[in-house]
T-cell receptor, first 112, second 114 residues
């Protein structure tokens, strides 16, 4: 069963604009969420995370928002750059549990 | 450090054949993870080791899958016999301690079972 869903397989934005990647989860036990970025022929790399005690975490151009009541999180990239073009995975887990679940990924293309 | 090394990078085999995927974690890391990526299910954790000992293999799909870590610098994931539905990208990751952000992923092995 897909406990973490990324319903948009792809997203295309213009350079300089905002990219918004969405993620939904079903397991209310999840209390820690992460975003990974993956370039072709490489493994995923950690990008940003958020704990359920927060609703926002910011790191430079990247901000993750968490809406616990809606079981929804999003990753905002502002401004988007061509180098941000990659596949982005959302992941969720219980901090005291070793079970981390990933979404299927969203391919972001940033056009110059 | 060269990072997590996986071999082969690509593997094409026929149904019923044995497949062995290999991983060399980053030196000093005491956790090692095997993941599988498919279009439908995204990234799934198959099994992870701590200090060469398997801790959680609940993600291993079937008895056809087995993983070993004979020493701190080497792990294998074996599929025997392989089936077309095993076609996926298999990632190995390692970390210094069990903390998701510190997992370093290898480049993956793309497996195609015909």
């Amino acid at each position: 069963d897909q406990q973490v869903k990324q319903n948009s397989p792809s997203l295309s934005v213009q350079e300089g604009r905002i990219s918004i990647l969405n993620c939904d989860y079903t397991n209310s036990m999840f209390d820690y969420f992460l975003w990974y970025k993956k370039y072709p022929a490489e493994g995923p790399t950690f990008l940003i995370s958020i704990s359920s005690i927060k609703d926002k975490n910011e790191d430079g151009r990247f901000t993750v928002f968490l809406n616990k009541s809606a079981k929804h999180l999003s990753l905002h990239i502002v401004p988007s750059q061509p180098g941000d073009s990659a596949v982005y995975f959302c992941a969720a887990c219980s901090y005291n549990n070793n079970d981390m679940r990933f979404g299927a990924g969203t391919r972001l293309t940033v056009k110059p | 450090d060269a990072g997590v090394i996986q071999s082969p990078r690509h593997e094409v085999t026929e149904m019923g054949q044995e497949v062995t995927l290999r991983c060399k974690p980053i030196s000093g890391h005491d956790y090692l993870f095997w993941y599988r990526q498919t279009m439908m299910r995204g990234l799934e954790l198959l099994i992870y080791f701590n200090n060469n000992v398997p801790i959680d293999d609940s993600g291993m799909p079937e008895d056809r899958f087995s993983a070993k870590m004979p020493n701190a610098s080497f792990s294998t994931l074996k599929i025997q016999p392989s089936e077309p539905r095993d076609s996926a990208v298999y990632f190995c990751a390692s970390s210094f301690y069990y903390h998701r952000e510190t997992q370093y992923f290898g480049p993956g092995t793309r497996l195609l079972v015909l």
